[in-house]
Nanobody, 126 residues
Framework: QSQFVESGGGLVQPGGSLRLSCTASGFTLDRYAVGWFRQGPGWRPGAERQ????????????SYADPVKGRFTIVRDNAKNTVYLQMDSLLTDDTAIYYCASSLSCALSQSRFGSWGPGTQVIVSS
């Protein structure tokens, strides 16, 4: 069964950092783009999750959503079948459940991704 498992979430103060991990099992990750998405407190069923960052299979194409540019960094380690999201200078608006998923190409659109993990909670609060 192909699936992802996210980890690394937690409670952090504004301005702090976290590193999220997304590890794939049941398939080889290096053929796929991987995206990070988030679902904030205001999310309602049926609404799109917000795309955060995406990296292609080779790691040579990366895309970030405007709200996280300059603060978040996505990297992948295909040898470990894992993609990381380094989050720095965190804001309260970054509070969300963070998910990863795979796609054949990189685009910050939820509908193009599959094999979603269960998510990891990030809370940014003082």
């Amino acid at each position: 069964q192909s699936q992802f498992v996210e980890s690394g979430g937690g409670l952090v103060q504004p301005g702090g950092s976290l590193r999220l991990s997304c590890t794939a099992s049941g398939f080889t990750l290096d053929r796929y783009a991987v995206g990070w998405f988030r679902q904030g407190p205001g999310w309602r069923p049926g609404a799109e999750r917000q795309g955060v960052a995406c990296i292609n299979g080779g790691g040579d194409y990366i895309s970030y959503a405007d709200p996280v540019k300059g603060r978040f960094t996505i990297v992948r380690d295909n040898a470990k079948n894992t993609v990381y999201l380094q989050m720095d200078s965190l804001l309260t608006d970054d509070t969300a459940i963070y998910y990863c998923a795979s796609s054949l190409s990189c685009a910050l659109s939820q509908s193009r991704f599959g094999s979603w993990g269960p998510g990891t909670q990030v809370i940014v609060s003082s």
